[in-house]
């Protein structure tokens, strides 16, 4: 199985603060990575797909990027609407799996 | 707009088998792959496994053991059943489109069983 480590896995953030997240895989997964946003009693949210394009009608604060086995999600001014968790998927391989999660926490 | 929604029991005693089916509307089910993601409170996501309207299926080896993913196209549905369930098998269970990237694009809204007697 590709392991994806994910860091941090929580941090402290404030409105405006420019964020990034970083998601690691244990071996080159080229550029099958997808981000996703999950808010508190919600089903996971798609943000970004193949690494760095951005899901239709997501803010384009919101941008990813990265390949092979380093990948970054980065929020360029985080809004209120933006405190949740943030996960990692990797789709080069069966099975399919998730980063740990970073929460973003005022 | 694809939408996929749970249901089934919310509680099933351990050793028994949880039964979960994913109705899909305002699309077909007869293309992509369709799977089942679960999420023990607090924790983070698993994938379970997929299904092709073929009827061909891909399980995470760690549930391969117990696990069965089945679809009706006539009835645009697919269903998950996991036999001999622990507490440990207590989480939200997603269903979820795999789309034309090959990621996770529609996701159902979930639904939380618990194992407990």
């Known amino acids: 199985d590709i392991q994806m480590t994910q860091s941090p896995s929580a941090m402290s953030a404030s409105v405006g603060d420019r964020v990034t997240i970083t998601c690691r895989a244990s071996q080159g997964i080229s550029n099958y990575l997808a981000w996703f946003q999950q808010k508190p009693g919600r089903a996971p949210k798609r943000l970004i797909y193949a690494a760095s394009n951005l899901q239709s009608g997501v803010p384009s604060r919101f941008s990813g990027s990265g390949s092979a086995t380093e990948f970054a999600l980065t929020i360029s001014s985080l809004q209120p609407e933006d405190f949740a968790t943030y996960y990692c998927?990797?789709?080069?391989?069966?099975?399919?799996?998730f980063g740990g999660g970073t929460k973003v926490e005022i | 707009q694809l939408q996929l929604q749970e249901s089934g029991p919310g509680l099933v005693k351990p050793s028994e088998t949880l039964s979960l089916t994913c109705s899909v509307s305002g699309g077909s089910i007869s293309a992509y792959y369709w799977t089942w993601v679960r999420q023990p409170p607090g924790k983070g996501l698993e994938w379970i496994g997929y299904i092709y309207h073929t009827g061909s299926t891909n399980y995470n080896p760690s549930l391969k053991s117990r696990v069965t993913i089945s679809i009706d196209t006539s009835k645009n549905h697919f269903s998950l059943k996991l036999r001999s369930v622990t507490a440990a098998d207590t989480a939200v269970y997603y269903c979820v489109r795999e789309g034309p990237t090959g990621d996770l694009d529609y996701w159902g809204q979930g639904t939380l069983v618990t194992v407990s007697s």
């Open positions: 998927l990797q789709h080069n391989s069966y099975p399919l799996t």
